[in-house]
């Protein structure tokens, strides 16, 4: 196959198993906005795909404040993860626990933050 045909079917792959993983995946930017999610993280959080760009680090985790930003920011080191229980709050204001897997991803000159997490206590399967 031409590299080409390969590229495209590796980045159909990749987005499919980013829309579709079981837990929820956002990455946020420098500013703490929502830069991307998965579907997952839509449905967990209740937002539909035309609104979870629209909120922030802040809304999803009501602990996180914007000095805690600042520093994680400050002492960022990409692909050292981090794993913790902590909160998400859903679109009609309900707090769940989740347990969150956290990361600094570079990719160019830019940097993300990516949570990767999923409700506790509750089933994936």
């Known amino acids: 196959r031409p590299k080409?045909?390969?590229?495209?079917?590796?980045?159909?792959?990749?987005?499919?198993?980013?829309?579709?993983?079981?837990d929820s995946i956002l990455l946020f930017d420098a500013a703490g906005r929502v830069y991307k999610a998965n579907r997952t993280a839509e449905d967990l959080l209740g937002f539909r795909p035309d609104e979870i760009g629209a909120i922030t680090v802040f809304e999803v985790n009501p602990s996180i404040s914007e000095d805690?930003?600042?520093?994680?920011w400050?002492?960022?080191?990409?692909?050292?993860?981090?794993r913790s229980i902590s909160v998400h709050r859903r679109k009609d204001g309900t707090i769940i626990d989740v347990e969150v897997s956290?990361?600094?991803?570079?990719y160019d000159d830019r940097m993300y933050f990516c949570s990767i997490a999923r409700e506790v206590g509750k089933s994936t399967l």
């Open 4 to 22: 080409l045909r390969l590229d495209i079917e590796l980045h159909l792959f990749t987005q499919f198993a980013f829309d579709h993983a079981s």
């Open 68 to 72: 805690d930003w600042e520093r994680m």
């Open 74 to 82: 400050a002492e960022a080191v990409p692909g050292r993860k981090e």
């Open 102 to 106: 956290r990361t600094f991803v570079q």
